[in-house]
């Protein structure tokens, strides 16, 4: 079992920048692949990215490929999201999770989660 704290979040205009970490209390890679998921007020939970047990695969959602990428570090046991060109409709709060199947899209096949950090872009 692992404990997942994200941090990085906060707030920050339309067009800007913020990397998400995700620190976990044990070995990730070659044990986890992680994901990253969002929900904003009233929306379902959604995927953004995820990355293998390898830390060399990774998938992220169309919503967001071309501005958001993920990457891990192995010394560390962390893994990030890096967000350029945000806009107002990233407004959520940013989830990472932990899972044993390869690097889903699905919340289902996770099974570690955070707390969740916010990510609020402004107008």
């Known amino acids: 079992q692992v404990q997942l704290v994200e941090s990085g979040g906060g707030l920050v205009q339309a067009g800007g920048s913020l990397r998400l970490s995700c620190a976990s209390s044990?070995?990730?890679?070659?044990?986890?692949?992680m994901g990253w998921f969002r929900q904003a007020p009233g929306k379902n939970r959604e995927f953004v990215a995820a990355i293998s047990m390898s830390g060399v695969q990774t998938n992220v959602a169309n919503s967001v490929r071309g501005r958001f990428t993920t990457s891990g570090d192995n010394a560390k046991n962390t893994v990030y999201l890096q967000m350029n060109s945000l806009k107002p409709e990233d407004t959520a709060v940013y989830y990472c999770?932990?899972?044993?199947?390869?690097?889903?899209?699905?919340?289902?096949?996770?099974?570690?989660w955070g707390q969740g950090t916010q990510v609020t872009v402004s107008s």
């Open positions: 044990g070995r990730i890679f070659g044990a986890y692949a």
């Open positions: 999770a932990a899972g044993w199947s390869s690097y889903s899209t699905s919340s289902s096949d996770y099974n570690y």
